[in-house]
């Protein structure tokens, strides 16, 4: 039996679907020109305005220690301190790194206010701020309440039924009632404010003890005043941010290093 040849089609290749990019499609999966951020830009630096306790920059270099204020000569104007980036201040001469780095971070806090004690102080003058202890009203007083189905507790003297008599806010030996001691700063050389300031002012590291008696660092108390009134000054590395100091390598070398010489002797 003759085979039957069966003749082969020439094997032409499929046309590959081509997909259409539309501009829709490309602009959806590719990043425009108006998400782009240009990075590394840098911003505008704000020039924080200075205050009653810093008011130029021999002063803001002396409060933040580590002998900085030898480097306000290098410094024009106020508005060079906090401009200057840190390739000037390096051309400028302040050496090494970590005192350039030292003074950007203070720079930094200073435009956020975030101030050292003093620096929030409204009345200063000749670097000098007066801090009082004043008694002013309560912000909130208790009102006579009643309650008809309430429980007695220790706050309402356990009368049950009967009407619960006002809270009153007693006094003690030092406090008249209804009143509350606060902290005020006030010009030199008056003892009583003529306002109290509302809000009420929280000063930097500032608080009482024992009631009415003013603490806070580099405090110093007037004499007479049984606590109550006290003085911020200006003072050389108020601000500073304390280094660790190494002793002979350390608590452990010491030790080693003082027993070996007591071995030798």
Not at 130 to 155: F, H
Request: hydrophobic share 35%; proline share 9%; net charge positive.
């Amino acid at each position: 039996m003759a085979a039957r040849t069966i003749p082969l089609k020439p094997c032409s290749p499929r046309p590959l679907t081509t997909f259409h990019t539309s501009r829709w499609h490309f602009s959806f999966f590719s990043p425009s020109h108006q998400f782009l951020r240009r990075l590394h830009r840098s911003s505008q630096l704000r020039v924080p305005p200075p205050t009653p306790f810093v008011p130029d920059t021999q002063t803001f270099l002396s409060l933040i220690g580590r002998n900085m204020s030898r480097f306000a000569p290098k410094f024009a104007s106020w508005d060079e301190l906090f401009t200057l980036s840190s390739a000037d201040l390096k051309d400028r001469g302040i050496e090494p790194a970590r005192l350039r780095r030292y003074l950007l971070r203070w720079r930094q806090k200073f435009q956020r206010g975030e101030y050292g004690v003093g620096g929030d102080l409204e009345h200063v003058v000749d670097g000098v701020g007066q801090l009082r202890v004043v008694e002013v009203p309560r912000d909130t007083v208790l009102k006579r309440t009643a309650g008809k189905n309430s429980t007695p507790t220790a706050t309402d003297g356990g009368l049950g039924k009967r009407e619960i008599p006002p809270f009153t806010v007693t006094g003690t030996a030092t406090l008249s009632p209804g009143m509350k001691w606060v902290v005020v700063n006030l010009p030199p050389g008056e003892s009583q404010p003529t306002e109290v300031p509302q809000p009420l002012k929280k000063y930097t590291k500032v608080s009482l003890v024992r009631g009415n008696v003013l603490r806070a660092p580099y405090l110093k108390l007037i004499k007479g005043s049984n606590g109550m009134a006290g003085i911020i000054k200006v003072q050389e590395g108020m601000w500073e941010d304390k280094q660790g100091r190494k002793i002979d390598g350390g608590e452990r070398r010491q030790a080693e290093f003082h027993n070996s010489i007591i071995t030798i002797t």
